[in-house]
């Protein structure tokens, strides 16, 4: 990437490259790391007209594709409704989901469009390993998700896992699965953020697996994305190929289930909140006028790390792991690779890190061993 172009990306551009769409915290799972704590649904989500209206606006702003999550977004009622609506207003829809709703059929649709990708998301290359993350039956589920797209003809479909030390010596696993079905393996970061918060300690890779997955990474990189997930580990060598700076509020942004659009995906906190569609002037003004991306989008001092030898390949690592663990902003990150994060990271008082916000975790985890009866399809609220 010529610096040129990343000068461009450090102000902001008039619309994001990448924009995270939550459509629902309702959830049929419980998974321990999810970063929006999803489970039931707000009662106060966009509507469908709503959500058509914030779909011309990306339109009008030429947002290229929308990542929609949640939660689990099929299980809305007008999931494909608002699906096919983006396609038809040339927005490109990429959409993260567990897996139980796509059915024979269901893939066959998806593997005749140009304009859809679908994302399955497993935590273990093994079901032992998955469903202590993301609850029973969610890795029958996700490889029986993965089979119907292959039958179907789609190639080239995600496989999206989030880095544990529990799942990190799987990585050939996962490829190997990935190449199974012709799709691509996509690895993602463990953030401290949603319910991840309380599981980080135990969960984050130890350094030496940091070590194994930097050296993985450039050795398979070329056939697997990371969603620039990584940037922080460019501190061991080479900057690793993708963004490697904090692109919250500059180029990425986060719109979850209520309109309320936050810097990033990673850190849904009332700190990081820009505003809410719904106010006067939309999704539009919120990007181009909010105070915070104002800040965000202005020039950096990138604190002590501008002192290290490897701050061009890292840029002081990702901002909502260092703001989740009760670290300075300008401080170094939290798997900082040089082990500057340890110290002040064993300083930080307990009970003193913020809390994500807000929380709609069911109380009970929910395995899922067939798919939701009827009513459960569109409000788990039951």
């Given at each position: 990437?010529?610096?040129?172009?990343?000068?461009?990306?450090?102000?902001?551009?008039?619309?994001?490259?990448?924009?995270?769409?939550?459509?629902?915290?309702?959830?049929?799972?419980?998974?321990?790391?999810?970063?929006?704590?999803?489970?039931?649904?707000?009662?106060?989500?966009?509507?469908?007209?709503?959500?058509?209206?914030?779909?011309?606006?990306?339109?009008?702003?030429?947002?290229?594709?929308?990542?929609?999550?949640?939660?689990?977004?099929?299980?809305?009622?007008?999931?494909?409704?608002?699906?096919?609506?983006?396609?038809?207003?040339?927005?490109?829809?990429?959409?993260?989901?567990?897996?139980?709703?796509?059915?024979?059929?269901?893939?066959?649709?998806?593997?005749?469009?140009?304009?859809?990708?679908?994302?399955?998301?497993?935590?273990?290359?093994?079901?032992?390993?998955?469903?202590?993350?993301?609850?029973?039956?969610?890795?029958?589920?996700?490889?029986?998700?993965?089979?119907?797209?292959?039958?179907?003809?789609?190639?080239?479909?995600?496989?999206?896992?989030?880095?544990?030390?529990?799942?990190?010596?799987?990585?050939?696993?996962?490829?190997?699965?990935?190449?199974?079905?012709?799709?691509?393996?996509?690895?993602?970061?463990?953030?401290?953020?949603?319910?991840?918060?309380?599981?980080?300690?135990?969960?984050?890779?130890?350094p030496e697996q940091q070590r194994a997955l930097y050296d993985w990474l450039v050795?398979?990189?070329?056939?697997?994305?990371?969603?620039?997930?990584?940037?922080?580990?460019?501190?061991?060598?080479?900057?690793?190929?993708?963004?490697?700076?904090?692109?919250?509020?500059?180029?990425?942004?986060?719109?979850?289930?209520?309109?309320?659009?936050?810097?990033?995906?990673?850190?849904?906190?009332?700190?990081?909140?820009?505003?809410?569609?719904?106010?006067?002037?939309?999704?539009?003004?919120?990007?181009?006028?909010?105070?915070?991306?104002?800040?965000?989008?202005?020039?950096?001092?990138?604190?002590?790390?501008?002192?290290?030898?490897?701050?061009?390949?890292?840029?002081?690592?990702?901002?909502?792991?260092?703001?989740?663990?009760?670290?300075?902003?300008?401080?170094?990150?939290?798997?900082?690779?040089?082990?500057?994060?340890?110290?002040?990271?064993?300083?930080?008082?307990?009970?003193?890190?913020?809390?994500?916000?807000?929380?709609?975790?069911?109380?009970?985890?929910?395995?899922?061993?067939?798919?939701?009866?009827?009513?459960?399809?569109?409000?788990?609220?039951?």
């Amino acid at each position: 990437m010529t610096a040129t172009l990343l000068d461009e990306f450090e102000l902001g551009l008039d619309a994001p490259i990448c924009l995270t769409w939550e459509l629902t915290y309702a959830c049929n799972l419980a998974c321990t790391h999810c970063l929006s704590s999803s489970g039931r649904r707000d009662p106060r989500e966009l509507t469908t007209a709503e959500c058509k209206s914030l779909i011309d606006e990306f339109e009008r702003m030429q947002v290229f594709y929308v990542n929609i999550g949640g939660g689990e977004p099929t299980v809305r009622g007008d999931f494909w409704e608002l699906v096919d609506y983006a396609t038809e207003h040339h927005v490109g829809v990429k959409f993260s989901t567990n897996g139980v709703k796509i059915t024979p059929a269901i893939a066959t649709r998806l593997a005749a469009s140009d304009y859809v990708d679908v994302q399955i998301s497993i935590d273990g290359a093994t079901a032992e390993v998955n469903d202590a993350i993301r609850g029973p039956g969610s890795f029958a589920t996700a490889i029986r998700a993965m089979e119907n797209l292959a039958a179907a003809g789609m190639r080239g479909f995600k496989i999206s896992v989030v880095m544990t030390r529990h799942n990190i010596d799987q990585l050939d696993d996962f490829k190997a699965i990935a190449d199974r079905y012709d799709a691509q393996l996509r690895i993602t970061r463990l953030r401290p953020a949603g319910r991840g918060a309380s599981v980080w300690h135990e969960l984050h890779p130890l350094p030496e697996q940091q070590r194994a997955l930097y050296d993985w990474l450039v050795a398979n990189g070329e056939s697997v994305l990371t969603g620039d997930s990584f940037f922080h580990l460019g501190a061991y060598g080479d900057a690793l190929p993708g963004l490697n700076l904090c692109g919250a509020g500059r180029v990425v942004c986060l719109v979850d289930p209520v309109g309320d659009v936050y810097a990033c995906p990673f850190a849904i906190h009332e700190q990081f909140l820009a505003g809410n569609i719904r106010n006067p002037g939309g999704f539009e003004t919120v990007w181009r006028e909010s105070e915070l991306f104002t800040e965000l989008r202005s020039p950096q001092t990138g604190g002590a790390c501008t002192k290290c030898s490897s701050y061009d390949a890292c840029r002081g690592g990702c901002m909502a792991a260092k703001f989740f663990t009760g670290l300075p902003l300008d401080g170094p990150d939290p798997e900082c690779v040089k082990g500057r994060g340890e110290q002040p990271l064993a300083a930080v008082p307990p009970g003193t890190t913020p809390r994500p916000s807000p929380d709609h975790s069911r109380v009970v985890p929910v395995a899922i061993t067939r798919r939701p009866d009827r009513a459960c399809d569109t409000s788990p609220l039951a």
